[in-house]
C-alpha cells in the first residue's frame, strides 16, 4: 500500500501544497487507524475558524 499523497490545495486561489506525500499516519485521527477513504477533517486551533466554498474532488483510482 502507498502513503497518501496530497496532489493540490489551494487557499483563496494560491496553491499551498502540491505533490505532498505523507510519510505516516496524520494524528487525531477519529479512529487511529488508518483507512483508505473517511471523512475530511478541518482542524481550528485557539480561535473561530470559518470556511465557505470549500471543494472537495474525489480522484478516480485505477482507470
Known amino acids: 500500500m502507498a502513503n497518501a499523497k496530497l496532489l493540490k490545495v489551494e487557499l483563496n486561489g494560491t496553491v499551498i501544497q502540491k505533490d505532498v506525500e505523507m510519510k505516516g499516519p496524520t494524528p487525531a ?3 487511529g487507524k488508518e483507512a483508505a477513504e473517511g471523512p ?3 482542524q481550528g486551533d485557539h480561535a473561530a475558524v470559518a470556511f465557505r466554498n470549500l471543494k472537495v474532488t474525489p ?3 485505477g482507470k
Open 29 to 31: 485521527g477519529m479512529t
Open 40 to 42: 475530511v477533517m478541518f
Open 59 to 61: 480522484m478516480e483510482f
